[in-house]
């Protein structure tokens, strides 16, 4: 069942999603928000756009044009809807096809920034696969691999652009030696809390297109306090910045 809901709360926005597929959480609005962005970025990629929150939160805080890709007709419906509803049309572009097909429509070294909310799991014969086909593909990696999706990067970044990513940390040497094996030289890292002395569960790596060496290791978020409310720090981030 489709329903309109507030995009926390940026500029009013409303984001259309349907209570049967995956919506969106805390991770596609903490990814918008730790990206390095500049005034000279033109052109923004984001690889798996879903419903394309990433791409509406991008809006408030860039003047470059965005574009999302989306490979699940049904979800790509809801991400124009909210583009529509929200009079969107003109700054962000989404493509309904496969990211592997992406030369078909830009050329190679074509964005400054590209980003990407992943699936996170691997797909073998032990994975807890779940019988919605909708989610499936938007939690384990089915339709695409994480190596997949750096290579894309590579290909359409131009040099020096930046590409970032929220994973699970469980990945993260992978994502590291991934990311450098496509000359994707990680620039700084974020990790992610649920509770305060608690393990990490998610961060968030930023890289440079042949970028030389340079690591900055960011403050953590904590993102609950232990009543599981939000830190104010995260209702910070939920907030417009207009």
Same mark, same amino acid.
């Given at each position: 069942?489709?329903v &309109?809901?507030?995009?926390?709360?940026?500029?009013?926005?409303?984001?259309?999603?349907?209570?049967?597929?995956?919506?969106?959480s $805390?991770?596609?609005v903490l990814?918008p928000?730790f990206?390095?962005?500049?005034? %000279?970025?033109? *052109?923004i990629?984001? $690889?798996?756009?879903?419903?394309?929150?990433?791409?509406? @939160?991008?809006?408030?805080?860039?003047?470059?044009? @965005?574009?999302?890709?989306?490979?699940q007709?049904d979800?790509?419906?809801m991400? &124009?809807e909210?583009?529509?509803?929200?009079?969107?049309?003109?700054k962000?572009?989404?493509i309904?096809?496969?990211?592997?097909?992406?030369?078909n429509y830009?050329?190679?070294?074509?964005?400054?920034?590209?980003?990407?909310?992943?699936?996170?799991?691997?797909?073998d014969?032990?994975?807890? &696969?779940?019988?919605?086909?909708?989610?499936t &593909?938007?939690?384990?990696?089915?339709?695409?691999?994480?190596?997949?999706i750096?290579?894309i990067?590579?290909?359409?970044?131009?040099?020096n652009?930046?590409?970032?990513?929220?994973?699970?940390?469980?990945?993260?040497?992978?994502?590291i030696e991934?990311?450098?094996k496509?000359?994707?030289?990680p620039? *700084?890292?974020?990790?992610? #809390?649920?509770k305060?002395?608690?393990?990490?569960?998610?961060?968030?790596?930023?890289?440079?297109?042949?970028?030389?060496?340079?690591?900055?290791?960011?403050?953590? @978020?904590?993102?609950?306090?232990?009543?599981g409310? #939000? %830190?104010?720090?995260?209702?910070?981030?939920?907030?417009?910045?207009?």
């Amino acid at each position: 069942m489709r329903v &309109i809901n507030d995009l926390l709360n940026y500029n009013g926005m409303k984001i259309v999603q349907d209570n049967n597929y995956f919506s969106f959480s $805390l991770d596609s609005v903490l990814l918008p928000n730790f990206v390095t962005l500049t005034k %000279k970025d033109k *052109k923004i990629l984001d $690889l798996g756009t879903g419903n394309a929150p990433i791409p509406m @939160i991008l809006s408030t805080l860039t003047d470059a044009k @965005i574009y999302g890709v989306e490979i699940q007709k049904d979800v790509y419906d809801m991400a &124009i809807e909210s583009l529509t509803l929200n009079k969107l049309t003109d700054k962000i572009t989404i493509i309904n096809d496969d990211m592997k097909k992406l030369d078909n429509y830009f050329p190679l070294n074509s964005f400054d920034v590209i980003l990407s909310n992943p699936p996170y799991f691997k797909l073998d014969e032990n994975s807890n &696969i779940n019988e919605d086909p909708h989610k499936t &593909i938007a939690r384990h990696e089915k339709k695409i691999r994480l190596e997949e999706i750096v290579e894309i990067a590579k290909k359409f970044l131009n040099n020096n652009g930046t590409f970032a990513m929220v994973h699970r940390t469980d990945r993260l040497i992978e994502i590291i030696e991934i990311m450098r094996k496509n000359n994707i030289e990680p620039k *700084k890292i974020q990790l992610i #809390y649920p509770k305060k002395n608690t393990e990490s569960n998610m961060v968030l790596i930023e890289g440079r297109k042949n970028g030389n060496p340079g690591l900055k290791i960011l403050q953590p @978020i904590i993102v609950h306090n232990e009543d599981g409310t #939000y %830190k104010d720090e995260i209702k910070k981030i939920f907030s417009s910045k207009e």
